[in-house]
């Protein structure tokens, strides 16, 4: 496998929100975690310690690497280190559909090796899942990776439950939820259990059916913990939109039966759509080595209540204190009163917590700073990058043209997500397209039938011209005239402020940014924007599951590969109230 160029650039966000100084002054404020702690695109959180390491693996769905990985030592900083499937051989995305891809991972660890438990779907809309789970293990986060072996596959969210510990007999348990796909069924069949040979790499033993769910439905997502004599079984219900949920039940038996919290759902956003943190649900646990238990979970920040999620759904934690009859309960004063499940968007950190990790002892799964580009924060889009297709620059990248913004195969596309809803993102562009069909640019995009891209193509009339191009739902438009672009570099930028995105450009080396067009609706590029379906018959023909992705692109449409070289890629993000660019 060759290794690819990374994707140099500027990437500056606004501090990290701190804490309010104490009553005295001089006086050290209690450490805090404000969410989400991984804003944007980060879904579906699997949350894993490892001694004093703590890491977060998420969904990529289409886009890779696969899984993406944040590490931390005190659950308030968490470092990117990229993703964890960056070979063919470990993920191969060519011609996934929109939304399908990697769902759900789960990282675990026992007998000195990790393991990552990830689905792979191949189709998703209509009555049926095709879904590919798989396994794969390493000795560290690095790799290497073992291949990938087969996982009980009829459904979808795999997960392994090690019963180690003290009171634990050291097998392994595989856990997924099952779909049904047959009329008059709930396509949510409940949760399955098998036991795991960790030594065969294969599922063992009868299947138990350990759990079916509450009233909420759509039950997913499972995790198992064991905790004072009882199995406690985290599950997703609700659907992963506005009556998303965390619910436990527990067994004294690993198969069962289990009972579930008799009090209803440990998290869940659905009666309060004022709440700033909505479609909570979908968690995992982790103890801290003192004892402090926190949740992991999915959340959302609509731009209006209910509204449009550009960008994505988003991991928060929450911290959980156990009941004296042993069920979990959030802790703190709720953001709403009467919302004890809501989760909080400011949570008492660990105590004590140790100083941000530093040095060669923190993991580097994806080399952030080095050998395999594009390195994190960019990702590609269903393939790997790959010399054939992408090229390091000194300070930035040299794309190779590829298929359209619509194809599932063979895009030259390198992006990385929105991760607040005021940011400018803008790029130094040199290319010589010679046809209509040659084109290369900057993108907001969300997935293949719903983006903005502004593009330097070239018109039989004009020459080299700045095209604006936008798809709504496999509709193409272009709200603006194409625009004489001259000859040498050009700098393109996007500015996004809540729902409107203004695209403008420039000669490189002059001052005045000349606008594109009037700002353009960015809020069909969210997860709302690109469900299409009936919720009252529950068939629907496309799903949204990711977020809005900002980046570079090139197209070639001849077949002829044209280059174009992007430099100096910069993505600054704006607070509230600052200034938006014409």
């Known amino acids: 496998m060759t290794a690819a160029p990374t994707a140099p650039g500027r990437d500056r966000t606004d501090p990290e929100p701190q804490p309010a100084p104490g009553p005295h002054d001089g006086a050290r404020p209690e450490p805090v975690l404000v ?5 944007g695109f980060h879904p579906d959180p699997s949350i894993l310690r490892v001694g004093d390491d703590y890491y977060i693996a998420t969904s990529t769905f289409e886009w890779l690497p696969g899984v993406t990985l944040h590490h931390s030592r005190d659950l308030v900083h968490w470092r990117p280190l990229g993703g964890l499937l960056r070979e063919a051989r470990l993920l191969d995305l060519s011609g996934r559909p929109d939304s399908g891809g990697v769902w759900a991972p789960c990282l675990s660890y026992t007998g000195g090796l990790f393991h990552l438990v990830y689905s792979d779907v191949t189709s998703l809309a209509g009555a049926f899942k095709d879904v590919r789970n798989r396994v794969t293990t390493a000795p560290g986060l690095d790799g290497p990776w073992s291949d990938p072996v087969p996982f009980p596959s009829h459904g979808f969210d795999p997960s392994l439950f090690h019963d180690d510990g003290p009171d634990g007999d050291g097998r392994s348990w595989a856990l997924w939820m099952e779909w049904d796909h047959r009329p008059g069924r709930h396509p949510f ?202 090229e390091p620059l000194h300070d930035g990248l040299r794309l190779y043209g590829g298929q359209s913004l619509g194809s599932t195969h063979g895009q030259s596309l390198v992006a990385r997500r929105q991760q607040a809803t005021r940011f400018d993102f803008s790029v130094g562009l040199t290319a010589r397209p010679d046809s209509p069909l040659t084109m290369a640019g900057l993108v907001h995009y969300y997935n293949t039938t719903l983006w903005h891209h502004l593009h330097l193509s070239w018109d039989d009339a004009l020459g080299r011209v700045i095209r604006l191009g936008t798809c709504l739902h496999g509709r193409y438009t272009e709200p603006v005239p194409p625009l004489p672009a001259g000859d040498g570099p050009l700098e393109l930028r996007l500015s996004v402020d809540g729902p409107e995105g203004r695209f403008s450009w420039r000669p490189a080396g002059t001052e005045a940014w000349l606008p594109v067009g009037e700002a353009l609706d960015v809020t069909p590029l969210s997860d709302e924007g690109a469900t299409r379906g009936d919720p009252d018959t529950g068939h629907y023909t496309a799903w949204g599951f990711t977020g809005a992705f900002v980046g570079m692109c090139a197209q070639d449409l001849t077949g002829g590969r044209a280059p174009a070289e992007f430099t100096r890629p910069e993505y600054r993000e704006r607070p509230a109230g600052g200034p938006v660019h014409p």
Do not use: M
Not at 293 to 303: E, G, K, S
């Open 35 to 39: 969410n989400p702690v991984l804003p």
């Open 189 to 390: 069949a409940g949760i399955l259990l098998q036991e795991w040979d960790r030594a065969k790499g294969a599922a063992t033993g009868p299947v138990h059916r350990v759990f079916t769910g509450t009233a909420l439905a759509h039950t997913e997502g499972p995790h198992l913990y064991r905790r004072d004599g009882h199995y406690y079984l985290l599950t997703a219900e609700g659907g992963t939109s506005w009556d998303h949920a965390v619910t436990v039940a527990r067994a004294r038996d690993i198969t069962g039966p289990y009972e579930a919290d008799p009090a209803g759902p440990l998290l869940t956003s659905r009666h309060h759509p004022e709440a700033p943190l909505q479609k909570a649900g979908h968690g995992s646990l982790v103890e801290t080595p003192g004892g402090e238990w926190y949740l992991a979970h999915l959340t959302a920040r609509p731009l209006t209540p209910r509204g449009a999620c550009v960008l994505g759904r988003e991991t928060a934690l929450q911290r959980v204190e156990w009941t004296a009859d042993g069920w979990p309960r959030l802790a703190g004063e709720p953001p709403v009163p009467g919302g004890d499940t809501l989760p909080r968007t400011v949570v008492p950190a660990p105590s004590p917590v140790p100083e941000p990790a530093s040095g060669p002892e923190t993991p580097s799964a994806a080399h952030p700073d080095g050998d395999a580009p594009p390195a994190s924060p960019w990702s590609t889009l269903r393939r790997h990058p790959d010399p054939e297709w992408i």
